[in-house]
Antibody, heavy 126, light 108 residues
Framework: EVQLLESGGGLVQPGGSLRLSCAAS????????MNWVRQAPGKGLEWVSF????????HFADSVKGRFIISRDNSNNRLFLQMDSLRVEDTATYYC???????????????????WGQGTLVAVSS | EIVMTQSPATLSVSPGERATLSCRAS??????LAWYQQKPGQAPRLLIY???TRATGVPARFSGSGSGTEFTLTISSLQSEDFAVYYC??????????FGGGTKVEMK
């Protein structure tokens, strides 16, 4: 069974830092691209960041670019999100999400999010 | 950035009835569209990818259709466990990956 278990959330003051972690099990982690997606309280879903299976090609939403860093440890099946210079508007539940890929004909299409963790809450407030 | 617009924001449906949810993209995304279901207090769950392919374990009453800029998620006969919020997401042109604002399916 695929499992994604986030940790590291909590209450932090504006300008502070947090490091989120996602422990993956039940699949070959090093073969999958991964993402972070967040959801502010009572709001919709917002993609935050992507990292390729080998750790290359990180991408970020403009709202977090320059403040967040995504990384992974394929030896220990973990995904990370280092969040610096946190703002009140970063308050959200952060989900670790595996990237799905599908093939149609000779083409591969990705990423959508085929597996999700239960989320970890980050609250930024003074 | 591709903007995804879902309608209606809220859909009131009785159990056993058909529910039709719409998702529109600001530019063509081909078939690079996914649908998710989210129940209160839970993580989202993948329902549909490639605009029309059901994810593993998703009941046949859920179907997706459309391509380009107009997409539909249909729940053929609503069950009690289907009352939830539904999101569409495009993965044609990214970053950023973008979601619609969601449609809440509530009991009539």
């Amino acid at each position: 069974e695929v499992q994604l278990l986030e940790s590291g959330g909590g209450l932090v003051q504006p300008g502070g830092s947090l490091r989120l972690s996602c422990a993956a099990s039940g699949f070959t982690f090093r073969n999958y691209h991964m993402n972070w997606v967040r959801q502010a309280p009572g709001k919709g879903l917002e993609w935050v960041s992507f990292i390729a299976d080998d750790g290359s090609g990180p991408h970020f939403a403009d709202s977090v670019k320059g403040r967040f860093i995504i990384s992974r440890d394929n030896s220990n099946n973990r995904l990370f999100l280092q969040m610096d210079s946190l703002r009140v508007e970063d308050t959200a539940t952060y989900y670790c999400a595996r990237a799905g890929v599908f093939t149609r004909g000779n083409y591969r299409f990705w990423p959508f999010f085929d597996q999700w963790g239960q989320g970890t809450l980050v609250a930024v407030s003074s | 950035e591709i903007v995804m617009t879902q309608s209606p924001a809220t859909l009131s449906v009785s159990p056993g009835e058909r529910a039709t949810l719409s998702c529109r993209a600001s530019q063509s995304v081909g078939s690079n569209l996914a649908w998710y279901q989210q129940k209160p207090g839970q993580a989202p769950r993948l329902l549909i990818y490639g605009a029309s392919t059901r994810a593993t374990g998703v009941p046949a009453r859920f179907s997706g259709s459309g391509s380009g800029t107009e997409f539909t998620l249909t729940i053929s006969s609503l069950q009690s466990e289907d009352f939830a919020v539904y999101y569409c997401q495009q993965f044609k042109n990214w970053p950023p990956l973008t979601f619609g604002g969601g449609t809440k399916v509530e009991m009539k």
